[in-house]
């Protein structure tokens, strides 16, 4: 039986709060199940299998080889998914965050915090093409690296509010800490650096509440080709940053739950293998370094919240 009594109490809350009949509701199965078969109204000659099910988060977790609790994933997109693997034990998440099923396949369920960032390519896109800093994206890094640091310019990007961990969706973006030093130079690097601190802000919420140290995080989408971004990303989390030869990750979890179906795949270290671990960047920021910019990105935050307060 894949889920425990508790789980099962769980699912029967359910009912208590919609009043939807326990016959209507489909059977719950593991992501690996294979759930039918079809020929898709005569177009493949013999009927194929439908197997390998995930929603789109929980595709990119699985697809980017995070199967070990301790093990996290970053999709940089228009905005950004967080999601860190807790294990098989449900925990509580931090508030602002969600518990969810990360994924369940070879008779296990993997529970994962998640948290979903409004802002983080959005933020490159406005930069270049409604302040027009730069003609290119290409043109961004070679900028934001042309000064030393921020200069103390931190970018607060709630141009559609503030997803989490704060979900406070009437905060509107922010520049603080310009001086008449501050060119554009600073604003494109703080940018680029409020993309991190954000991803900070859930990592170590998420790693805290669960007790648990972050082994990994693997990174997917456009941003990733930033190696600046980067670089800070795994300075500001002081962990490894692996970033995944395909973009697509979520696609390839669907693909990895249709091989344990179909017993392609016997166990998770065998579908581990086919993950490249070269892509690597390690921290290198000295710790009080650290610290101080991240106390910059804190303090500029909770300007932006007070002042929509």
């Keep these: 039986d894949l889920y425990s009594d508790e789980q099962k109490r769980g699912a029967s809350c359910i009912t208590t709060h919609l009043p939807i009949p326990r016959s209507m509701m489909p059977e719950a199965l593991p992501c690996d199940a294979v759930f039918g078969e079809t020929t898709i109204e005569g177009l493949f000659k013999s009927p194929i299998q439908i197997a390998g099910v995930l929603g789109d988060s929980h595709g990119a977790l699985t697809g980017q080889m995070c199967f070990e609790a301790g093990m996290g994933k ?73 000064v030393k640091n921020n200069d103390g310019v931190y970018l607060v990007p709630a141009f559609t509010g503030l997803g989490a961990p704060w979900w406070k969706p009437d905060a509107k973006a922010a520049i603080w800490g310009m001086t008449l030093n501050a060119g554009k130079a600073h604003v494109l690097r703080a940018g680029l650096e409020s993309i991190a601190y954000q991803v900070k802000d859930l990592i170590d919420m998420m790693t805290r509440q669960a007790g648990i140290e972050l082994k990994a995080l693997r990174v997917d989408g456009g941003p990733t080709k930033n190696q600046f971004l980067m670089q800070f990303q795994a300075d500001m989390l002081h962990a490894v940053i692996n970033r995944s030869e395909i973009e697509e990750a979520s696609a390839l979890g669907a693909v990895v739950m249709n091989g344990f179906a179909r017993k392609k795949w016997a166990s998770f270290q065998e579908a581990a293998a086919m993950r490249s671990i070269d892509n690597c960047i390690a921290p290198c920021m000295e710790e009080k370094e650290l610290q101080s910019l991240y106390s910059g990105w804190r303090e500029a935050v909770k300007k932006v919240i007070g002042q929509n307060n």
């Design 74 to 146: 970053v999709t940089y997109g228009t905005g950004s998914s967080v999601m860190v693997n807790i294990g098989e034990e449900a925990v509580a998440a931090p508030e602002g965050l969600v518990t969810s099923v990360g994924f369940s396949a070879l008779g296990k369920v993997y529970y994962a915090f998640e948290g979903n960032i409004h802002c983080t390519g959005a933020t490159i896109k406005w930069m270049v093409e409604k302040l027009g800093l730069v003609d290119s994206f290409n043109q961004i890094e070679t900028l934001a690296t042309s």
